[in-house]
């Protein structure tokens, strides 16, 4: 815990956190893949990825990008600003979004 008395409104901060676990997603949610369309004789391969490996090689090639687990990364947010300060409940008010859950651990660090 720390005290905010060693901050002052308008300091810039970076701050960083644990994001959100969401679980094993697949490729539409995960990377933003459109999918395939919904009619003419497709059946149930609305949300899949399509081709991964075809070619004169017929290998997966090293970073596809495919359904898996998702969240639970190290995510920094630079040059958030200090809006307000109550030293009196040791608050902070910083005008931006910070990853994480409520009550999750963050890193704060000044410019």
């Known amino acids: 815990m720390i ?3 060693v901050f002052a ?4 901060l970076q701050i960083s ?3 959100k676990g969401k679980g094993f997603q697949g490729v539409v949610k995960r990377h933003g893949f459109h ?5 003419h004789g497709q059946k149930h391969s609305e949300r899949e990825a399509g081709s991964i490996g075809g070619g004169l090689r017929t290998h997966v090639p090293k970073g596809m990008r495919m359904a898996g687990r998702m969240g639970s ?3 920094t947010q630079k040059n958030l600003k ?9 608050i902070m008010l910083v005008k931006g979004a910070i990853a994480g859950k409520r009550g ?4 704060i660090v000044s410019r």
């Not at 999918?35 to 009619?39: A, D, E, F, L, N």
């Not at 200090?82 to 040791?90: M, Y």
């Not at 999750?104 to 890193?107: H, I």
């Open 3 to 5: 005290d905010v008395s």
């Open 9 to 12: 409104p308008g300091d810039k």
């Open 17 to 19: 956190s644990i994001s």
């Open 35 to 39: 999918g395939g369309p919904r009619t």
């Open 73 to 75: 990364d190290r995510i």
């Open 82 to 90: 200090i809006v307000a300060i109550d030293k009196e409940n040791n």
């Open 104 to 107: 999750s651990l963050v890193e």
